[in-house]
């Protein structure tokens, strides 16, 4: 049983970004893309490589790569909740897309690219948790050869239920190994995983050995996200707090007895009745 997390931007890299496991990449692609674009082979642009991660704690996952039909790829994991980041991926896209071309190129020189975001946090507000946009005629919902150039892929991690039982597809169960490899065994793998290419990643996960350098970069890594899930945390409690009181108070000059006001913001007795006094202080 694996204890490193993939997610980890140097994990994932290690797993998906390095030559000799490049039929991995072209598996979690081919499971994100629709069944007539699936790819045979896969080329990496941007193969692993320790000095890009040293020294770098707010690095993040990015895998360029290119296919048999000169596509680009941008394959990305995000772990770190953000509120632009539509914004930031079309950035990127768009980075990918004209960094094709030398000064002296034409345009028929530009090839489709493929944006694939994995979002380790919940960012659409409905429950998908995988997506596709790509531009299209508005009012015929056809697309067009000359504009059919762009495609952005969300996989919302954290939306998947994660239920054995619910896995339909190969999608399915590379989220399940992103979001719980270390609850499994390589040779111990319920039937619903057990799938070539999640084997053979369960097996690159727990042979993985981080030298000195990379090991103290993947602990900082991790105290990191700690850090910043406990401050928004607390954030995010305190600003419930605040929510409630406003509600108690509402409450108060609404007439509400303390049960009910208890009832709606989950406060004491004594918060209410000390909330109480300040409102008729004034």
């Known amino acids: 049983m694996s204890k490193i997390n993939p997610k980890i931007d140097l994990v994932f890299k290690k797993i998906f970004g390095t030559e000799e496991n490049k039929d991995l990449l072209k598996s979690l692609i081919n499971s994100v893309l629709p069944e007539n674009q699936k790819i045979t082979t896969i080329t990496i642009k941007n193969p692993y490589n320790e000095i890009d991660f ?6 993040v996952v990015d895998i360029k790569a290119t296919d048999d039909k000169d596509r680009w790829y941008n394959i990305e994991l995000q772990i770190r909740e953000q509120s632009y980041f539509g914004r930031r991926s079309l950035f990127y896209w768009s980075e990918l897309y004209g960094g094709q071309l030398f000064e002296t190129d034409s345009f028929d020189k530009l090839n489709k690219t493929i944006s694939i975001n994995l979002l380790d946090f919940r960012y659409f507000p409905d429950d998908r948790y995988v997506r596709r946009y790509c531009l299209k005629d508005f009012d015929t919902n056809e697309t ?8 952005m892929y969300y996989v919302e991690l ?14 399915d169960r590379w989220i399940t190994f992103l979001n719980k ?9 319920p039937k619903e ?11 690159t996960l727990e042979r993985i050995n981080l030298n000195k350098k990379e090991r103290e970069y993947y602990e900082e890594r991790k105290k990191f996200l700690r850090d910043e899930y ?37 406060l004491s007795d004594e918060q209410i009745d000390k909330l109480r006094n300040e409102i008729n202080y004034k």
């Open 193 to 203: 995983l057990s799938a070539p290419e999640i084997n053979r990643a369960m097996e």
């Open 144 to 151: 067009y050869p000359e504009m059919d150039y762009i495609d």
């Open 158 to 171: 954290k939306k998947f239920d994660g239920e054995l039982q619910h896995i339909k597809n190969a999608l």
């Open 181 to 189: 490899a270390g609850e499994f065994e390589k040779d111990k793998l």
């Open 54 to 59: 040293i020294g770098d704690r707010l690095s």
């Open 230 to 266: 406990a401050a928004d945390k607390t954030v995010e409690e305190k600003i419930k707090l605040e929510k409630n009181f406003e509600n108690a108070q509402n409450g108060i000059l609404a007439g509400f007895s303390n049960e009910i006001i208890k009832a709606i913001t989950k």
